[in-house]
């Protein structure tokens, strides 16, 4: 009886330790990715998942290396693992769902989306990316329905009120989208596309100054936002301000984009 009763306590004790270790490894993985020892935190996640095949967080954690180290694949597995183990795990569907859609499977990652929604409706960083993912594959409404659901959980995202508004834009609905950004750049001055897509909305209702305005608001706040001087270029020409239309032309051609200098040739050259 006191034999059975030690090979008990040894047992537990074992358990116990063993238990502990996993988690002290993936503890030491997790100061390892703050510290960006990304080769030191996979040591250390393939340890646990050495000593505890079943522990899904391990193969999560792991997973999360494969793609910081944009191995996207190894990562697919990692975290395919880990919803096997524990299929109600929300963070591996996301994570998955960022993976595919960094090897171009949109589709797939639209579902893993999904299901992390489904299983987290609060999952607030899944609404976005798939709202985000919807707006890319043209599906403004979907995307207008994630985004609202993100404006929900977080009043306060300035960058979800001017993710809304380009959605609003390519629905014609200009009002909102001014709307949207104004909201935007209430929250936050310094929301460079609450100022960019709100001097889009204008134009589309031809308020070129108010445009202009805005545009100048992107270029403060960014001076090496091409595509502001590119769009503040043409407002400018269609105010009758040519020299200094021209001048933004040049300066987005500067910058990097190339259809500024076709431009330049139709509106600057006599």
Same mark, same amino acid.
Do not use: W
């Given at each position: 009886?006191?034999?059975?009763l030690?090979?008990?306590?040894?047992?537990?004790?074992?358990?116990?330790?063993?238990?502990?270790?996993?988690?002290?490894?993936?503890?030491?993985?997790?100061?390892?990715v703050?510290?960006?020892?990304?080769?030191?935190?996979?040591?250390?996640?393939?340890?646990?998942?050495?000593?505890?095949?079943?522990?899904?967080?391990a193969?999560?954690?792991?997973?999360?290396?494969?793609?910081?180290?944009?191995?996207?694949q190894?990562?697919?597995?990692?975290?395919?693992?880990?919803?096997?183990?524990?299929?109600?795990y929300?963070?591996?569907?996301?994570?998955?769902?960022?993976?595919?859609?960094?090897?171009g499977?949109?589709?797939?990652?639209?579902?893993d989306?999904?299901?992390?929604?489904?299983?987290?409706?609060?999952?607030?960083?899944?609404?976005?990316?798939?709202g985000?993912l919807?707006?890319?594959?043209? =599906? $403004?409404? *979907? !995307?207008? %329905?994630?985004? #609202?659901? &993100? /404006?929900?959980? @977080? +009043?306060?995202s300035?960058?979800?009120?001017?993710k809304?508004?380009?959605?609003?834009i390519?629905?014609e609905d200009?009002?909102?989208?001014?709307a949207d950004?104004?909201?935007?750049?209430?929250?936050?001055?310094?929301?460079?596309?609450?100022?960019?897509?709100?001097?889009?909305?204008?134009?589309?209702?031809? =308020? $070129?100054? *108010? !445009?202009? %305005?805005?545009? #100048?608001? &992107? /270029?403060?706040? @960014? +001076?090496?936002?091409?595509?502001?001087?590119?769009?503040?270029?043409?407002?400018?020409?269609?105010?009758?301000?040519?020299?200094?239309?021209?001048?933004?032309?040049?300066k987005?051609?500067?910058?990097?984009?190339?259809?500024?200098?076709?431009?330049?040739?139709?509106?600057?050259?006599?």
């Amino acid at each position: 009886m006191k034999k059975s009763l030690l090979l008990l306590c040894f047992v537990s004790f074992a358990i116990s330790l063993y238990s502990q270790t996993v988690r002290e490894l993936i503890a030491k993985g997790s100061e390892q990715v703050q510290a960006e020892d990304f080769s030191g935190a996979m040591v250390s996640f393939t340890e646990a998942i050495t000593l505890d095949s079943a522990y899904a967080p391990a193969y999560f954690f792991r997973g999360m290396i494969h793609a910081k180290q944009k191995n996207y694949q190894d990562a697919l597995v990692d975290y395919s693992i880990a919803l096997l183990l524990n299929p109600n795990y929300d963070s591996p569907y996301y994570y998955r769902g960022v993976a595919k859609l960094s090897l171009g499977n949109d589709t797939g990652a639209l579902a893993d989306y999904s299901k992390a929604i489904d299983l987290n409706p609060k999952f607030e960083e899944a609404f976005i990316e798939r709202g985000n993912l919807k707006y890319r594959m043209a =599906d $403004y409404r *979907g !995307a207008m %329905l994630d985004y #609202n659901q &993100v /404006i929900t959980l @977080n +009043p306060q995202s300035a960058a979800s009120y001017s993710k809304r508004a380009f959605v609003k834009i390519q629905l014609e609905d200009y009002k909102g989208a001014i709307a949207d950004c104004t909201k935007a750049v209430k929250i936050n001055p310094k929301e460079e596309n609450g100022f960019f897509y709100r001097a889009a909305a204008k134009t589309q209702l031809q =308020d $070129y100054r *108010g !445009a202009l %305005l805005d545009y #100048n608001k &992107v /270029i403060n706040i @960014n +001076p090496k936002n091409a595509h502001a001087y590119l769009s503040r270029g043409l407002i400018k020409h269609l105010l009758d301000q040519k020299e200094s239309g021209c001048l933004d032309l040049s300066k987005a051609g500067e910058l990097g984009i190339e259809k500024a200098y076709p431009m330049i040739k139709q509106y600057c050259r006599k």
